[in-house]
């Protein structure tokens, strides 16, 4: 069962693990390193400190060797041996027999001479020549005892003092510890500051971060912000770019969302703009034709059919609005109904129509005599060429001489719609495509429109994957319409310029609807 101290422990490493985890990256890696460096500090340290030992002890053996060389000499001439080699070593000679040693006298040995006696005693009486033991003599300390035999049954033991060889063991990783542990401090401290110094790229990319979370984007679209600076290595030079590169994104996202935002907000004024006003006639021909239902009989015919004409021109702008609210959702439902249609009829037929309605305008045609075959929807192409003829006529002074041309190039089908009018103001062509847009202000909603022919236009174009381009200067307005073409069937004129306007002649010789 856990008790008190066990959960006060567990409660000091969550303690220390949340300590850890609030620590910038810069000291941790530093302490990293730190704990890596001690790491291999203690391994190094070990294995040179037991290399040291082992080397010192192997030296002492050999002078111990070489002493008892010429101690055994001595025993065998004397029987003992007479003098010291080193101040506190101990040399005994015993006599050894059935297993026990009897110390030979005068020998200079400690006062207690066990492990002397033992050590001559376990030195096989065959095989090896010397054997080599550590022992602890009891009021001397560590001593290595080398035990060789002189003759048989007579064994010589030299004890050699261990004191100085521990005394440079201990001196040797006291040197160790102090040098390792000043290193280690000097790493953790300049690898902090070269840490430090290498994550401020990161530092600054996340100072950026903290400006953009502060930043007000609800009355801009761009973020000002960017990580800059050209240091701290390949890497964080990709991470520096990526971040820009993103924030980049984000930028275009912001400003795409907030085109959008305003374009909503424009759209919703003028649709409400353009629907109050229908609405209101049609509540006052309502009242009319109340008053006179009731008052003046005469009178309602007219207003009725002014009431039809509101309501059909209020029918008319909801279908547009209609027809590009499904146009700008065409990836969920597509409102075009394709087959193959020959584009040079219905730019015929469109041309009818325009002389039909518009008498005062000269138009001149330009198609080629067969067909060019194109799969789009019929109806909604003949839409565009009807705006884009209305907007020409509407737009220019009567007797302006007006074009329609179809010209094929690799892959395309072109339609240009020219007039000979003032043009389009530099200010207002970026914005001539746009919904509920008119370039003059003060013209009339009977012969301005809604605002909504070209912007339908532009959308039904650019649903087959067409492009709408604009050029104008005085006496030059071009609408140029290009449509993907397979080139099945005959390919259209390719005028070089747009022709001259037909003559009299020419105009009795087509249809007029």
Not at 54 to 70: N, S
Not at 163 to 168: F, S, V
Not at 182 to 199: E, K, P, T, Y
Not at 272 to 295: C, I, K, W
């Amino acid at each position: 069962m856990s008790g008190p101290g066990t959960r006060d422990h567990a409660g000091r490493l969550r303690g220390v693990r949340e300590a850890y985890r609030r620590t910038r990256l810069g000291t941790r890696l530093a302490l990293g390193m730190g704990v890596l460096s001690l790491v291999v500090f203690a391994v190094v340290g070990t294995a040179l400190t037991t290399y040291m030992r082992d080397y010192l002890d192997r030296q002492l053996g050999e002078q111990m060797k070489l002493v008892q060389i010429a101690q055994s000499k001595d025993a065998a001439s004397h029987g003992t041996v007479r003098q010291q080699p080193y101040y506190g070593w101990f040399t005994a000679v015993y006599d050894v027999s059935d297993g026990r040693a009897v110390l030979r006298e005068p020998a200079e040995v400690p006062a207690d001479t066990v492990e002397l006696a033992a050590a001559a005693e376990e030195l096989p009486p065959e095989g090896s020549a010397h054997s080599l033991r550590d022992a602890r003599i009891d009021g001397e300390g560590a001593y290595k005892l080398r035990t060789c035999e002189v003759e048989p049954g007579v064994v010589l033991v030299t004890a050699a003092p261990m004191t100085d060889l521990q005394g440079t063991v201990r001196q040797l990783v006291t040197v160790q510890v102090v040098a390792f542990a000043l290193a280690l401090l000097a790493l953790v401290v300049a690898g902090r500051a070269v840490l430090r110094r290498g994550l401020r790229p990161i530092s600054d990319m996340a100072h950026t971060a903290r400006g953009i979370t502060s930043h007000n984007l609800t009355g801009s679209a761009r973020l000002p912000l960017r990580a800059g600076g050209g240091k701290g290595g390949p890497e964080v030079e990709e991470l520096r770019t990526a971040f820009n590169t993103m924030l980049e994104h984000i930028d275009d996202s912001l400003a795409v969302r907030t085109e959008a935002e305003q374009r909503l907000r424009r759209f919703v004024a003028d649709a409400s703009h353009e629907l109050r006003t229908p609405l209101m006639s049609v509540r006052g021909y309502a009242d009319l034709f109340q008053y006179a239902a009731a008052n003046e009989p005469a009178e309602r015919e007219k207003h009725l059919a002014r009431l039809r004409a509101e309501a059909a021109r209020m029918g008319v702008l909801l279908d547009d609005l209609l027809l590009l609210a499904r146009l700008d959702a065409a990836e969920v439902e597509t409102p075009l109904r394709l087959e193959d249609t020959d584009l040079a009829e219905l730019a015929r037929d469109a041309a009818d129509a325009f002389r039909a309605g518009h008498p005062g305008h000269d138009l001149s045609v330009t198609v080629a005599p067969g067909p060019v075959r194109l799969r789009l929807d019929p109806l909604r192409i003949r839409q565009v060429l009807d705006n884009l003829l209305t907007n020409a006529a509407v737009h220019t002074p009567p007797g302006t001489a007006v074009a329609l041309a179809l010209s094929a190039s690799a892959g395309t089908v072109v339609v240009r719609v020219r007039d000979a009018g003032p043009g389009i103001p530099d200010a207002d062509r970026e914005r001539v495509f746009d919904r509920f847009y008119r370039v003059d202000k003060a013209r009339g909603r009977d012969r301005g429109g809604s605002g909504l022919g070209l912007a339908v236009a532009r959308s039904l174009v650019l649903a087959h994957g067409g492009t709408v381009d604009l050029t104008s200067a005085p006496g030059a307005t071009v609408f140029t319409v290009g449509l993907p073409y397979t080139g099945d069937g005959p390919a259209p004129a390719r005028p070089d310029a747009v022709p001259a306007p037909r003559t009299e002649e020419g105009k009795q010789r087509l249809p007029r609807t």
